[in-house]
């Protein structure tokens, strides 16, 4: 007569659940992980309008390089950006990358404003964005219905009578020609993605 025992069939089915339990385990925590890890690489999505903003040039310093204005004369130029939807973003948190025949610049809100500008005085806190109808500097929110400036800080004639504007940021400068057709794109710093990008013609 044969006896059958199922002694060993309890520790089995034991450590078999236990082997799903951790799998499982592993699954959910992962899954968790990847969709912080992807939150954290995700940049602000936008639908942003520009238009540049020309307020006028002089130089009476034409035979070089170099603008030099009369005395007294200021201009607020640059491009202007309106936020038509999407997610609000910080200007703390933005670079713009302008590209015009395949010469490209990137301007950061970490670049300052250098001490001689053609900008009237008080019209930024030092920095290259900056809100529009903003009565506190300390505001740097862009949401849905707001405006801000990227201003250039000089502009100049060139010796063929062609208009520029200026950028002299720390890292080196960056100009662009007034009628010239860009492409542009505001990126947010901490993915390095774009919040929105097209074309604008500088004139």
Known sequence: ????????????VGVMLMLV?????????????????????????????????????????TSKWGPGY?????AAN?????HKGGDA???????????????????????????ATCLPAGITDGGYFVKVGNATPSDKIIAPGDKFM???DNC??????????????????GYGPVGELYKYAVLDRNSGKPISSGKLLLK
């Open 1 to 12: 007569m044969r006896q059958h025992g199922d002694e060993a069939v309890s520790p089995v």
């Open 21 to 61: 339990v951790t799998i499982i385990i592993a699954a959910v925590v992962s899954a968790f992980a990847g969709g912080l890890a992807g939150d954290q690489n995700k940049a602000p999505q936008a639908v942003l309008e520009a238009k540049f903003v020309f307020r006028g040039i002089e130089d009476d310093n």
């Open 70 to 74: 009369p005395g007294g004369w200021t």
């Open 78 to 82: 640059g491009i202007e950006f309106e």
């Open 89 to 115: 973003f910080s200007l703390n948190d933005i670079e713009v990358k302008l590209e015009t025949k395949g010469v490209s610049m990137i301007v950061s809100a970490a670049d300052r404003l250098p001490a």
């Open 150 to 152: 990227f201003y250039a």
């Open 156 to 173: 100049y004639i060139g010796d063929d009578g062609t208009n520029y504007l200026l950028w002299t940021f720390s890292t080196g400068y």
